[in-house]
């Protein structure tokens, strides 16, 4: 049984409102590269996220760090933690992950930091995990690349979408029974 089958299951029942990551989310934005082969812009102490280390998980550390100046020279910008990230490019277009510390991205990763009045986080990371094939579906080109637009409009189910108290409610212990299904 697939994972989205489990979240229907658990939502069996429950009025939900289908809402765009846009609708839920404070902001979704993407990062940078700083320019590659100016020494001055690696080997810093700034985590780097780069698509190859979105696979579904937590991410607690990156395996590049960059400088100061590479992220001012550049456009990578700091995301805070617990945004989902959504791998936009190539071989790892749709993969999921959360940054569970601050971290730089870049510009091949989207970055949705929710509004946690609306969604938990860790219960939009599971629906997008859910919908790994969907998401790889909407890719274009040959190199099957999705875009920021494309993340945007995936719409996420939100329970009791009139009672913000109790659909947080819903989506936290859907969160405890998933977390403890998928570890």
């Keep these: 049984m697939s994972e989205l089958s489990y979240l229907e299951k658990l939502l069996d029942g429950v009025e939900v409102e289908w809402k765009t990551l846009e609708d839920i989310s404070i902001k979704i934005s993407s990062g940078g590269t700083p320019k590659t082969g100016v020494s001055e812009f690696y080997d810093g102490d700034i985590p780097w996220l780069r698509t190859q280390e979105v696979n579904f998980c937590d991410i607690w550390d990156t395996e590049v760090k960059i400088t100061e100046s590479g992220v001012k020279n550049s456009s990578?910008?700091?995301?805070?933690?617990?945004?989902?990230?959504?791998?936009?490019?190539?071989a790892t277009v749709g993969k999921i992950g959360i940054n569970k510390i601050p971290m730089t991205?870049?510009?091949?990763?989207?970055?949705?930091?929710?509004?946690?009045?609306?969604?938990?986080?860790?219960?939009?990371?599971?629906?997008?995990?859910?919908?790994?094939?969907?998401?790889?579906?909407?890719?274009?080109?040959?190199?099957?690349?999705?875009?920021?637009?494309?993340?945007k409009n995936i719409k996420i189910p939100i329970p009791c979408p009139d009672n913000p108290e109790k659909s947080l409610a819903i989506q936290s212990e859907i969160v405890r029974i998933l977390d403890k299904f998928t570890a």
Excluded: D
């Design 76 to 90: 990578a910008k700091w995301i805070p933690k617990n945004c989902v990230i959504v791998a936009m490019y190539g």
């Design 105 to 151: 991205t870049n510009q091949a990763c989207a970055n949705i930091q929710l509004n946690e009045e609306v969604a938990h986080y860790r219960y939009v990371f599971h629906f997008l995990c859910s919908q790994y094939t969907y998401i790889k579906s909407l890719g274009t080109g040959s190199q099957t690349n999705i875009n920021a637009q494309i993340v």
